[in-house]
């Protein structure tokens, strides 16, 4: 696996941003077909300070991703607030992004960048792809139909790339090509109450460990594992009623229901060999050998 750096800038002197507010500029780095690319180290640096045309109030927002190929904008916003910023792409964590900038510029000074992976792990990375080229893309977010300009960004990527099978390569191109068809709006979190944390999926025994009438309880400590009297002597357990038990544990439940007909399914765990998979079969028989001195099969 050879390695070997790719310089690269993206500058524009002077940009309009439409009627939204956005203005979106592209590049694309050509690799070596054939081969997956390891990104292994990404740098990300300002080479001047952008101008900004509307002053102080002027806060525009600029989104750098870096994938193997364009990205997309969608449907969703970066920023909910006044002014409203539309159209952001993809998420971070989204399959087809390779790494991800998102920057506040302020005028008269630096962008003050928020980057994934983070400056910690993109100097050591291992994301790979089979694209034979890798896209530089640029989204900045200000006020509509406003001249901004001075955009000028420089990038370092190490490269990795490796000889793999015909196969495999059309297949992982395939891959990131479906991946690259982002959708337009994600919506991938779960909404709960409290109420539905607590129990109802863990911890184990509010949801599906123990059925409630085998928990302890102040009355009848005894019956905690196996329905004992709790103010008696214990009674010896046969060994066919333990099986019988074991049966129980290993019967299917509704997922919502505890598990086991009648115990909790890890009473299991400590039980010796024999209870769980049934009577230990005896020893075999003593080997025999021919005159010959052959091991005779049985």
């Known amino acids: 696996m050879g390695l070997r750096q790719i310089k690269e800038t993206i500058e524009i002197g002077s940009l309009t941003t439409d009627s939204d507010g956005n ?8 690799l070596k077909e054939g081969y997956i690319h390891q990104l292994m180290q990404v740098d990300l640096f ?14 525009p927002n600029i989104e750098v991703v870096i994938s193997p190929y364009p990205a997309i904008p969608t449907a969703m916003k970066f920023q909910e607030n006044v002014p409203v910023y539309t ?14 900038a998102c920057g506040d510029m302020v005028e008269n000074t630096f962008t003050d960048w928020h980057q994934f992976p983070s400056k910690q792990i993109s100097s050591q990375s291992f994301l790979r792809f089979y694209s034979n080229h890798v896209y530089i893309n640029v989204h900045l977010m200000g006020i509509p139909d406003t001249d901004y300009g001075n955009i000028a960004l420089s990038f370092l990527m190490v490269v990795a790339d490796k000889k793999v099978p015909f ?5 992982g191109i395939i891959n990131e090509m479906h991946n690259a068809m982002c959708a337009e709006l994600m919506s991938n979190g779960h909404m709960i109450s409290r109420s539905t944390l607590q129990g109802n999926v863990f ?28 103010r008696d002597e214990e ?14 544990l290993r019967g299917m439940s509704a997922y919502d229901e505890a598990f086991g007909n009648r115990f909790p399914d890890w009473i299991r765990l400590h039980l010796n060999a024999g ?12 080997t025999k050998y021919a005159d010959s001195g052959n091991l005779l099969m049985f």
């Open 23 to 30: 203005a979106y500029m592209q590049k694309r780095i050509n």
């Open 46 to 59: 300002e080479d001047a300070i952008p101008f900004i045309r509307g002053g102080a109030v002027d806060r």
């Open 87 to 100: 159209h952001r792409y993809p998420s971070a964590g989204d399959d087809s992004v390779l790494f991800k």
């Open 167 to 171: 196969l495999e390569s059309g297949i």
């Open 203 to 230: 911890p184990m025994w509010r949801f599906g460990g123990i059925r409630p009438e085998h928990t302890i309880s102040a009355t009848a400590t005894g019956s905690y594992f196996l329905p004992i009297a709790n």
């Open 235 to 248: 009674s010896m357990q046969t060994t066919a009623a333990i099986r019988s038990i074991v049966a129980d």
């Open 275 to 286: 209870i769980i998979s049934g009577p230990v079969h005896e020893q075999w028989p003593p």
